[in-house]
């Protein structure tokens, strides 16, 4: 027989801390993962002042409330206090966690009335929540809007990071995949995926003016960055990213965090230089106008 501990609490305890004046549920605040509920299911955004590994997410996901904040309890190993995030996402549920230190845990009524976002899913993120952001409001924002369904090859995370005069482009996208006509011979990409030979077809149909891509954690035989220097034939200047630095899969995370580990020689010829931050060496690939 399976245990279950929410078996052990009685009765399950919530705090009703806001309702929706559109009908669409409630914010209810609540000391555990424990106990969030069946009656959450569907409606309600569930602040809950656990951890939020993939254990609780599991009891998170039974009830499938509409939405969840917990804590981050300090990353932890592997991100493993927060891994939960992704297994939510993978469920269709938006969540988030705030800052361990900006609120008390096992205190669900406090998390939300001091609590501060420091991570999110991205569904979440689709709703509006952003780092930085009062748990009181970002619940309010889940509660009040819907994720859009969304296809993987859709959620690109396209930004356009720097315009020079004559209009190219720096543009942060999740993978150099992602590509559009718009950069071909003329927007530098920094992207997230890593530099292995397999990139190479994709780096060859996008043929960026400039690329900034992972160099995943390197590899055997420097095996993550091999495409930058089969990519030199085809005139393609680029630079991979330190893997420990910057997160794969997430083009912004690599133009904000990341650190240049390998240039090939026609990045080198723009002034890109290994331990070199992303931005610079962005723009310096990017180059004067007219350059294109």
Same mark, same amino acid.
């Given at each position: ?60 996901? *039974?009830?499938?409330? +509409? ?11 592997? =991100? ?23 609120? +008390? ?62 209009? +190219? ?14 950069? +071909? ?33 390197? =590899? ?28 794969? =899969?997430? =083009? ?20 890109? *230089? ?16 007219? *350059?294109?």
């Amino acid at each position: 027989m399976s245990h279950n501990p929410r078996d052990e609490q009685a009765p399950v305890q919530q705090t009703v801390v806001f309702t929706s004046t559109t009908g669409r549920g409630r914010v209810c605040a609540m000391d555990s993962a424990y106990h969030v509920d069946p009656s959450n299911h569907g409606r309600d955004v569930c602040v809950n002042s656990s951890y939020c590994g993939v254990l609780p997410a599991r009891f998170i996901a *039974e009830a499938a409330p +509409r939405g969840a904040i917990g804590m981050d309890c300090g990353i932890g190993p592997e =991100g493993s206090a927060i891994a939960g995030l992704w297994y939510l996402e993978a469920l269709d549920i938006p969540a988030a966690v705030a800052d361990v230190m900006s609120a +008390r845990l096992g205190d669900g009524v406090h998390l939300y009335r001091n609590g501060v976002i420091s991570f999110f899913n991205q569904l979440a993120a689709d709703c509006g929540v952003r780092a930085g952001m009062a748990v009181a409001e970002a619940a309010r924002v889940m509660l009040e809007n819907d994720p859009v369904p969304a296809a993987a090859g859709e959620i690109t995370n396209r930004t356009v990071m720097h315009t020079a005069p004559d209009g +190219r482009q720096v543009v942060a996208t999740d993978s150099i995949a992602f590509a559009t006509p718009a950069d +071909r011979g003329r927007n530098v990409l920094v992207t997230a995926g890593h530099t292995g030979r397999s990139a190479v077809p994709y780096l060859r149909r996008a043929s960026p003016w400039g690329f900034i891509c992972s160099d995943g954690g390197r =590899g055997m035989d420097d095996s993550g960055t091999a495409g930058l220097f089969i990519v030199e034939a085809d005139g393609l200047a680029g630079a991979t990213a330190d893997a420990r630095r910057a997160r794969m =899969g997430s =083009g912004l995370s690599h133009y904000r965090d990341g650190i240049i580990s390998a240039a090939n020689a026609l990045a080198a010829a723009r002034g890109v *230089e290994i331990g070199m931050a992303c931005p610079e060496a962005a723009l310096l690939l990017l180059g004067r106008p007219g *350059e294109s």
